[in-house]
């Protein structure tokens, strides 16, 4: 068998990384099934981060979008803290200490649901909105140039910096905040090896 090259490389190394990652964040059983996850939503989220560079709409700009991700993962999270506790330790984890807290322990259960969701979703509109604004900026600022006003000629010219940090850099590090996060709180519910 010969050695991958190429875009196979970069695939093998991607989902290589990946899958130490989760097995470092969670263990090897659980790695088995959580590393296909995360390594679908991470290209996902990605792929979706990075369409702001071809002017088109990031899907991860669309509430419904990044909820629906963080409820895969908090649905996830939820049965592995069930089959970890059984169904009446879980249940005993609302009223702990004492059973008046049941009400803040069902929203510190949501929180991160609500968290994972607004984090993706804001910092990705936010960029959207932000050159937005930029583009509209340079294009009323062209207009003051005879001859060539009607055209937007310094958005070209300052845009590849900024697509640089809100698209890439930006999308990049949401993208793996959310991954990291993904591992995480499915990891804090297994049992300590």
């Not at 509430?63 to 963080?70: E, G, W």
């Not at 009446?88 to 803040?104: D, G, L, S, T």
């Not at 607004?118 to 583009?135: A, E, K, P, Q």
Request: glycine share 8%; net charge neutral.
């Amino acid at each position: 068998m010969e050695e991958p090259k190429g875009l196979v490389n970069i695939a093998v190394l991607i989902v290589d990384t990946i899958n130490g990652m989760v097995v470092q964040n969670t263990n090897s059983q659980m790695a088995k099934n959580l590393a296909p996850y995360v390594c679908s939503i991470a290209m996902y989220i990605l792929v979706s981060n990075l369409m702001g560079l071809l002017s088109l709409s990031s899907p991860t700009g669309n509430y419904s979008v990044t909820l629906s991700l963080a409820l895969i993962t908090f649905v996830w999270k939820e049965i592995v803290c069930l089959r970890t506790n059984g169904f009446k330790n879980y249940m005993h984890a609302f009223i702990e200490p004492i059973v008046p807290f049941v009400i803040p322990n069902f929203f510190g259960k949501v929180a991160p649901l609500l968290s994972m969701s607004l984090r993706l979703f804001g910092n990705i509109l936010s960029g959207t909105i932000i050159m937005t604004l930029v583009y509209a900026f340079t294009g009323w600022l062209s207009s003051f140039i005879p001859v060539i006003g009607g055209f937007n000629f310094i958005g070209p010219i300052i845009a590849p910096v900024l697509h640089a940090y809100f698209d890439v850099f930006s999308g990049c590090i949401q993208m793996f905040i959310f991954i990291t996060l993904t591992q995480v709180l499915i990891g804090n519910e297994l049992p300590m090896e």
